[in-house]
Nanobody, 112 residues
Framework: QVQLVESGGGLVQAGGSLGLSCVTSGITFRDASMAWYRQAPGKQRELVAHITTGGSPYYPDSVKGRFTISRDNAKNTVYLQMNNLKVEDTGVYYC??????WGQGTQVTVSS
């Protein structure tokens, strides 16, 4: 059974940092590209970071230079480090196996 469990969300002031983790099970992690998405209230879910099996990252312009995605194949875990957070980064953050299963999400709230 495939499972993805996110952790690390919380409340932070604008300009602060948070780190998210997503532990996976039930897959051959090293063979999976991974991604982080977020969904703000009243908005569609959007991609915020993607990492290939080889470790190459992709970021949309909205987070480029502030967010860093990484992976640890030995721990079956993908991470998202978020720096210089903005109020508009608020939302539920989801981990996803690229094109596949989703985690349950973790709330990130950035206050002004």
């Amino acid at each position: 059974q495939v499972q993805l469990v996110e952790s690390g969300g919380g409340l932070v002031q604008a300009g602060g940092s948070l780190g998210l983790s997503c532990v996976t099970s039930g897959i051959t992690f090293r063979d999976a590209s991974m991604a982080w998405y977020r969904q703000a209230p009243g908005k569609q879910r959007e991609l915020v970071a993607h990492i290939t099996t080889g470790g190459s990252p992709y970021y949309p312009d909205s987070v480029k230079g502030r967010f860093t995605i990484s992976r640890d194949n030995a721990k079956n875990t993908v991470y998202l480090q978020m720096n210089n957070l903005k109020v508009e980064d608020t939302g539920v953050y989801y981990c996803r196996i690229a094109g596949g299963a989703w985690g349950q999400g973790t709330q990130v709230t950035v206050s002004s």
